[in-house]
């Protein structure tokens, strides 16, 4: 399978295996040579935690551990959403729980909610990366997140300057919602920083395999030896 470039998108690609494509739960339907992620977005959480909701988070603990799922999310916290921050925060710390215990990254939807994030993660503790998707803030917001170990993704839109100082290794590309091609993103983004475009690429590469891969390939490993040692 083709390794992803976009980690962020709505939209099947055009070249499987191209891009993480987001779902929800109840709608996740695996195509071949495709990767996912899988969460429960801020928007969708109700006033309080039905049973639906339970049923939903249920569900969500049944389908991560799926190989072609690389993350989770995306979860968040939005202060701008109908659900009260509260409830929010319950349906979020069990997806970051569910992350950290198989060890896949969070991708993580946030509107004026750091200090709230940053107590979750500080309590959590994870060793598993987290990305605050779609980053249009300001360098400095940029800085503090980089600081606090967060990874940092940038769609179509976003400030030049907050581009330029996250440091290559903390740096993510996505479309998201947008219908400008992932490769022009990756044209401009390296003009931004002043770098070459095949560079600019390979540094992308090695932070998504970093990510995104690393619990892939031991899972991959010992199908492997569990393949092999059937055999014998």
């Known amino acids: 399978m083709k390794r992803p470039v976009d980690i962020h998108t709505h939209r099947l690609p055009r070249i499987p295996g191209t891009?993480?494509?987001?779902?929800?739960?109840?709608?996740f339907a695996p195509k071949?040579?495709?990767?996912?992620?899988?969460?429960?977005?801020?928007?969708?959480?109700?006033?309080?935690?039905?049973?639906?909701?339970?049923?939903?988070?249920?569900?969500?603990?049944?389908?991560?551990?799926?190989?072609?799922?690389?993350?989770?999310?995306?979860?968040?916290l939005d202060k701008l959403a109908d659900a009260p921050m509260v409830v929010q925060i319950k349906v979020f710390e069990y997806q970051a729980r569910l992350s950290v215990e198989l060890d896949k990254p969070l991708v993580i939807h946030l509107v004026k909610a750091m200090s709230e994030l940053l107590k979750l993660k500080q309590?959590?503790?994870?060793?598993?990366?987290?990305?605050?998707?779609?980053?249009r803030g300001k360098p400095a917001l940029a800085q503090d997140y980089v600081r606090h170990g967060f990874y940092l993704s940038f769609g179509e839109k976003y400030q030049e300057e907050s581009l330029r100082t996250v440091p290559a290794g903390r740096l993510l590309l996505?479309?998201?919602?947008?219908?400008?091609?992932?490769?022009?993103?990756?044209?401009?983004?390296?003009?931004?920083?002043?770098?070459?475009?095949?560079?600019?690429?390979?540094d992308?590469?090695?932070?998504?395999?970093?990510?995104?891969?690393?619990?892939?390939?031991?899972?991959?490993?010992?199908?492997?030896?569990?393949?092999?040692?059937?055999k014998v």
Not at 19 to 27: F, G, R, S, T
Not at 123 to 135: D, E, K, M, S, V
Not at 210 to 228: D, H
């Open 204 to 230: 992308m590469q090695e932070n998504i395999d970093k990510v995104f891969f690393k619990r892939y390939e031991l899972f991959v490993r010992i199908k492997s030896r569990t393949f092999a040692a059937d």
């Open 19 to 27: 891009a993480i494509v987001n779902c929800y739960p109840d709608v």
């Open 123 to 135: 309590r959590l503790q994870p060793a598993n990366p987290w990305i605050i998707h779609g980053f």
């Open 32 to 76: 071949e040579g495709e990767w996912y992620s899988v969460g429960i977005h801020p928007w969708y959480v109700p006033a309080a935690i039905t049973s639906n909701v339970r049923c939903e988070m249920n569900v969500l603990s049944s389908l991560i551990g799926h190989p072609q799922v690389l993350a989770i999310g995306e979860a968040g």
């Open 174 to 202: 996505e479309t998201d919602e947008s219908g400008v091609p992932i490769m022009e993103l990756y044209r401009r983004a390296s003009e931004v920083r002043g770098i070459p475009l095949d560079r600019f690429m390979e």
